[in-house]
């Protein structure tokens, strides 16, 4: 078990921070620190797989799926492996990670810290290989797991249509006009999307953004553009206006310049969620660093891409998401100089 609280009440209302990303245009560039979901876990604290985590996790509650005695088994190469391990084994259940053996050293960890058992693959393999034996070991005995399964879980993007999308819709005073995410399962971008297309209607852009290369390295995000690559069901790009595709080394120059851009100067907090002002500023920065993860930096070269197409006009107002901080990553290029 666990030897930390994880306190599920700091999970949503995440803050909004103003980010200057020296662009062309005068639009208002906000972005949600999603670390704050769960930010006295260790390892960075949360990330903005806390949200579905829960979300998946009650609504199986909530069906009789997860009952007692089950295990809760995922195939993970990050950030959901740990908040479905955090969560789950904080509410009593027994919680098996199936990881890939290169996953990130934070998030090794903070699995390990949970309490949680795991099963290490070749990432040589693939990553199908992860899935395969996550398969493998429920097909033993079924009806001793529960896999919340992030990639066919309509509670993903749900959750995001549910929370994210009102949050920013209330933190901009509905004033967003365009919101800019990255694809994984594509949860956040479907869900926020939906969501905001409710609150706004054709006032808002939903801009969504992959990897372009096959062999990137921006945690979270999947490579989809050619090939024969396994398409998640929580992805609908029926919910897009645009896609961008990002380069590796321009998501992690974008995350070193805003490193420097506020190495001196405070982040300007536009609402700080449910949290004191106090919290955020002692969290938004890791030993006085502002060090954000690799698929924020990611965010940061999307929007500054629109930018460069002349996309976006000076009363715009743009969302993007911190989707977790960067002491995750102490031990990738990116950081290793800095943490
Ligand atoms: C750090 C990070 N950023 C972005 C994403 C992508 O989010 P989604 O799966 O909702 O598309 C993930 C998902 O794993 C992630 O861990």
Not at 226 to 252: F, I, M, N, R
Request: proline share 5%; with cysteine; net charge negative.
């Amino acid at each position: 078990m666990s030897d930390y609280v994880v306190d599920e009440s700091t999970i949503f209302e995440t803050p909004l921070v103003e980010l200057d990303l020296d662009l062309a245009s005068d639009a208002t560039v906000f972005a949600k620190a999603e670390w704050f979901n769960l930010y006295a876990a260790p390892h960075g604290g949360g990330s903005i797989k806390s949200r579905i985590a829960k979300g998946m996790l009650d609504g199986a509650e909530e069906r009789g799926d997860l009952e007692p005695g089950v295990t809760v088994i995922e195939p993970t190469s990050g950030n959901t492996g740990s908040e479905v391990a955090r969560l789950a084994s904080d509410r009593g259940y027994d919680v098996e990670i199936v990881m890939p053996d290169n996953a990130a050293g934070g998030k090794v960890e903070a699995v390990r810290d949970a309490g949680a058992e795991i099963e290490f693959v070749d990432a040589d393999l693939g990553y199908d290989a992860v899935i395969e034996r996550c398969e493998e070991i429920i097909a033993e005995d079924p009806a001793s797991y529960y896999r919340p399964n992030q990639y066919e879980n309509p509670d993903n993007p749900g959750t995001h249509q549910r929370t994210t999308a009102p949050e920013i819709h209330g933190a901009t005073d509905g004033e967003v006009t365009h919101f800019v995410a990255g694809a994984g399962t594509g949860g956040t971008i479907t869900g926020t999307g939906r969501g905001l297309a409710e609150l706004r209607g054709d006032d808002v852009e939903i801009i969504g953004f992959e990897p372009s290369e096959p062999l990137h390295a921006i945690d979270g995000l999947k490579y989809l553009r050619t090939g024969d690559h396994y398409h998640p069901e929580t992805y609908d790009e029926s919910v897009l206006d645009q896609k961008l595709y990002v380069p590796t080394d321009e998501a992690y120059d974008r995350a070193r310049t805003l490193r420097e851009r506020y190495a001196d100067e405070s982040v300007p907090i536009a609402d700080p969620g449910k949290h004191d002002e106090k919290t955020v500023r002692e969290h938004l920065r890791v030993d006085g660093q502002f060090v954000v993860g690799t698929s924020a930096g990611a965010g940061a070269a999307a929007v500054a891409a629109l930018d460069e197409a002349d996309d976006l006009a000076d009363d715009d107002v743009v969302v993007f998401m911190l989707c977790d901080r960067g002491d995750k990553y102490a031990d990738i290029p990116l950081w290793e100089e800095y943490l």
